[in-house]
């Protein structure tokens, strides 16, 4: 399969937010270097997807809609991408959900994000942690080790600012 990681695009920051955590939302900026971001990726040709896996929490479900839209694609909320994801947790999560999508795109929250990427190539020690909108693509089997590690990127690594 292809898997690609997706950390939330920029989100107001905690102390400025009033409301609670889970519906604190992507910044006007956020969106849109979100978007524009995606629209790179996907005019290089490098990103395509069959679905869009989301956390619940409003800034992840944000930046999914926006990804869904510009690479149409369905976007489906699931719990375990909450904060505090695990392989361990996906894996158990995703067993319901019958096979897994060849193109997928999950999106989430960091440290979580890193910690999975780190997880599926069996470096669970290492670095992977994605900037706000950085994606990382991985090919092979969605099992400890059993991925490998294609590109990693950063917003400031697609857009001309």
């Given at each position: 399969?292809?898997?690609?990681?997706?950390r939330h695009g920029i989100?107001?920051?905690?102390r400025?937010?009033?409301?609670?955590?889970?519906?604190?939302?992507?910044?006007?900026?956020?969106?849109?270097?979100?978007?524009?971001?995606?629209?790179?990726?996907r005019?290089?040709?490098?990103?395509r997807?069959?679905?869009?896996?989301?956390?619940?929490?409003?800034?992840?479900l944000?930046?999914?809609?926006i990804?869904?839209?510009?690479?149409?694609?369905p976007?489906t909320?699931v719990?375990?991408?909450?904060?505090?994801?695990?392989?361990?947790g996906?894996?158990?999560?995703?067993?319901?959900?019958?096979p897994?999508p060849?193109?997928?795109?999950?999106?989430?929250?960091?440290?979580?994000?890193?910690?999975?990427?780190?997880?599926?190539?069996?470096?669970p020690?290492g670095e992977?942690a994605?900037?706000?909108?950085?994606?990382a693509?991985?090919?092979?089997?969605?099992?400890?080790?059993?991925?490998?590690?294609?590109w990693k990127?950063?917003?400031?690594?697609?857009?001309?600012?």
């Open positions: 399969m292809q898997l690609y990681v997706l989100a107001w920051e905690t400025d937010w009033s409301g609670d955590e889970a519906s604190r939302p992507l910044t006007e900026e956020g969106k849109e270097r979100t978007e524009a971001a995606l629209k790179a990726l005019g290089a040709k490098r990103l997807v069959d679905a869009i896996w989301s956390s619940p929490l409003a800034r992840a944000q930046t999914a809609e990804a869904g839209k510009v690479l149409d694609a976007v909320v719990d375990a991408l909450a904060c505090g994801a695990s392989l361990r996906l894996q158990a999560s995703f067993r319901g959900r019958g897994l060849e193109r997928l795109m999950l999106v989430g929250h960091e440290p979580d994000c890193g910690a999975l990427v780190g997880a599926l190539v069996g470096d020690d992977y994605l900037k706000k909108a950085g994606v693509a991985l090919k092979g089997d969605f099992e400890p080790g059993g991925m490998a590690l294609k990127v950063a917003p400031k690594d697609v857009l001309k600012d």
